[in-house]
Structures are given as C-alpha cells and as structure tokens.
C-alpha cells in the first residue's frame, strides 16, 4: 500500500507539473500576443487611422509581428510604403500576401503597379494578366494593364485595355483618364479631350494630384489642336489644383507663347487683307 501511495503521489506530482507547464506557455502566448500592450487589431487600427505614411508602416509592422499571416496587414503596409515611394518594399509586402494566397487578385495587381513604377513594364503586364486570370472583372488589373502597355508604345493594346476596365466600370475615373492617353498618344486629340472631361466629371474632387495631370492633359492636348485659349485655362487649373508642378508651369508658358505667336499671325494677316483692300 505504501508503494503505491507513493507511486500516486509522484503521477499526481508530474500532472500538477505539466499543467503548470503548459499555464506558463499559454500564459507566454497571451503575453506575446501584444506589443506595447496592444493587440494585433488594435495596432492594425491605428494604422488605418494615422495620418502619417511612416507611422501606417510602423502600426502595420506591429501587426505583422504579432500575426505574420495577416494578409491585410501586408496590403496596407505595401500601399504606404509605396506612397512614400519604396516600391521594393512594396513589392515584398505584396509577395508575403501572394504566399500567404496565391490566389489573391488584388496583390497581384498591386505588385503590378509598382514593378511598373520601377519601369519593368513587362513584369507588371505579367502580374496583371495574373490578376485577370483570378478575376477577369478586376477593372484595376485591366487598366494598370494598359499603363503599363502605353508606356511600352502599345497604344492599341493600352486602349483595348482601358475600354475593358471601362466597359467593366463605367464610372472609373483612372480608366477614363488613362483611354484619354492612350487616345492622345494615338492622334485622336478629339476622342482623348472627351475621356478627359469624363474623368474630371466622374471624380470632380480636388484633393487629388491625379486631377491636376487630367486637366494638364486636357491642356496638351487642346494646344495639338491649336485650342491655345482653352489649353491655358486648363494648365492654369492644374497649377492651382498642383503648384509645385514643374510640367504644368513649363506647359502653360509654351501655351502662352503659342497663343502669342498665333495672335501676331493673325494680326499680320488682318493687316495684309486691309492694306490689299484698299
């Protein structure tokens, strides 16, 4: 009896101290399970709500700490880095959610941009068509698709693009603005200056530095038609939407002079049919 009262003793003794055991680690768990004694989704909240790029980077880098598979997470410290123009860093961030999800559409297009910010444009056709594949109405795929073939000098391709994105989202302002490009870039002055003004109408907010290039655009493309009147006000309104914008400034003093150069024929020739008159 006294053995096995000693026997009972000692298993009652390890379960006592492997329940204790186990308390320590899930105890551990649950402690590193915070940062700063914020949760996961606590950290990725703040995240959402900082101002600052920086500061998104920080909170979602938390996040990732505590849940490395928090596809989200990835996502939005991708779109911040790429903000502050760390597109490499980016693209690792968008190729964590591409692991985590191969099958995740958006990452695939995100990645897409910015390989195509870094200029290897072939590489972001090759993410976007992968988009597509996974979902073929991903009108952001089908568009930054066409970028990136305009910017390769495939201005039919890009169209063909953008009319897809459009024909999938009409009211898409980038996909408006981005057939006016590739319309532009064909000759199609008319046609690209409609696009322009569709795009300006669907998204008429002035927050954006998006709507300065449009009426920029709109601008150059109004002085191929020898609209110099129009392209003025309209590069006009893209330096008060963007004043820092160097190309807009440059755009409206060559508007300017050729509005000059224009009125000085102009009055030559009125001259000439006035002194032929008499």
């Known amino acids: 009896m006294g053995l096995i009262w000693i026997v009972g003793l000692l298993i009652f003794f390890f379960v006592v101290m492997a329940i204790v055991k186990v308390s320590r680690k899930s105890r551990g768990r649950r ?30 880098s938390k996040v990732l700490q505590l849940n490395p598979k928090h596809t989200a997470a990835w996502h939005e410290k991708g779109l911040a880095l790429s903000d502050l123009e760390r597109h490499e860093e980016a693209i690792s961030c968008f190729d964590k959610a591409i692991r985590i999800n191969p099958a995740d559409g958006t990452a695939w297009h995100r990645k897409g941009i910015e390989l195509r910010l870094l200029g290897k444009h072939e590489e972001a056709i090759s993410c976007c068509d992968k988009a597509i594949q996974i979902n073929p109405g991903d009108h952001f795929a089908w568009n930054h698709k066409g970028v990136a073939l305009r910017e390769l000098r495939r ?113 030559i020739i009125a001259r000439i049919d006035e002194e032929l008159g008499e």
Request: hydrophobic share 35%; charged share 35%; proline share 3%.
């Open 155 to 267: 201005y039919q391709e890009a169209l063909d693009c953008c009319d897809k994105a459009i024909q999938i989202n009409p009211r898409y302002p980038f996909g408006w603005y981005s057939k006016g490009l590739a319309m532009d870039n064909l000759g199609r002055y008319e046609e690209a200056i409609d696009c322009y003004d569709k795009s300006i109408q669907l998204d008429p907010s002035h927050r954006f530095a998006r709507n300065s290039r449009v009426w920029h655009s709109k601008g150059l493309a109004l002085e191929k038609l020898g609209r110099y009147t129009e392209a003025i006000t309209c590069h006009d309104k893209a330096i008060r939407l963007y004043p820092s914008s160097e190309s807009a400034w440059e755009a409206l003093a060559e508007a300017k002079q050729a509005k000059q150069v224009e009125d000085m024929k102009a009055e």
């Open 31 to 60: 402690r590193r399970k915070r940062i700063r004694g914020k949760t996961a989704s606590e950290w990725f909240r703040l995240g959402k709500q900082a101002k600052y790029l920086t500061k998104k980077v920080e909170c979602f």
